[in-house]
T-cell receptor
Framework: AQSVTQLGSHVSVSEGALVLLRCNYS??????LFWYVQYPNQGLQLLLK??????LVKGINGFEAEFKKSETSFHLTKPSAHMSDAAEYFC????????????FGAGTILRVKS | NAGVMQNPRHLVRRRGQEARLRCSPM?????VYWYRQLPEEGLKFMVY????????ESGMPKERFSAEFPKEGPSILRIQQVVRGDSAAYFC????????????FGPGTRLTVL
């Protein structure tokens, strides 16, 4: 069975500071990995994904994430936070043999202080 | 290319009524997934459908819930005899047949049961 743990339900950073959102997964084989962002009362927008290939993945809005198999991690980073980054972020995993249904972490609410 | 469409965006029902939630996938997408986001909980997989077929319904409650994706028209998630505990945001996601590793989400339907 797959599971996802997001460390920290709330993260607060100052504008211009580094954003680091943590995600660890549990899976018997390396799964596909995703980060989604959700703004209030809206749907989920795909930030980035890892399926195969290069382990450092770049996404939209300046975000990137690195797949580290030895640590079973897929942490999301952004060098400089912007006020518009304030939202809820979800890490998710899937596997092709399970129909690619997504298993989500509990989410991390990012607050950006001016 | 329009994104995933869901309607209605907001739905209010009284206990015991039926709720019908509609999802029109992106053009060319033949795979549809439904997820539920309960208050204070993460997103949970409900059902995975292809045209005219239910592939995986392991996340669907055993009673009162059903889903379909007919050859023509949108996918429908139907909840019979709604109860207050059904109040949640219901999200639909779609993917193309050749890239089922990535899902694109609709804006969601927020169901409130009075």
């Amino acid at each position: 069975a797959q599971s996802v743990t997001q460390l920290g339900s709330h993260v607060s950073v100052s504008e211009g500071a580094l954003v680091l959102l943590r995600c660890n997964y549990s899976s018997s084989v390396p799964p596909y990995l995703f980060w989604y962002v959700q703004y209030p009362n809206q749907g989920l927008q795909l930030l980035l994904k890892y399926t195969t290939g290069a382990t450092l993945v770049k996404g939209i809005n300046g975000f990137e994430a690195e797949f580290k198999k030895s640590e079973t991690s897929f942490h999301l980073t952004k060098p400089s936070a912007h006020m518009s980054d304030a939202a809820e972020y979800f890490c998710a995993v899937s596997r092709q043999e399970y129909g690619n249904k997504l298993v989500f972490g509990a989410g991390t609410i990012l607050r950006v202080k001016s | 290319n329009a994104g995933v469409m869901q309607n209605p965006r907001h739905l209010v029902r009284r206990r015991g009524q039926e709720a019908r939630l509609r999802c029109s996938p992106m053009k060319g997408h033949s795979h549809v997934y439904w997820y539920r986001q309960l208050p204070e909980e993460g997103l949970k997989f409900m059902v995975y459908l292809q045209k005219e077929n239910i592939i995986d319904e392991s996340g669907m409650p055993k009673e009162r819930f059903s889903a379909e994706f007919p050859k023509e028209g949108p996918s429908i998630l139907r909840i019979q005899q709604v109860v207050r505990g059904d109040s949640a945001a219901y999200f639909c996601a779609s993917s193309p047949p050749q890239r089922t590793d990535t899902q694109y989400f609709g804006p969601g339907t927020r169901l409130t049961v009075l």
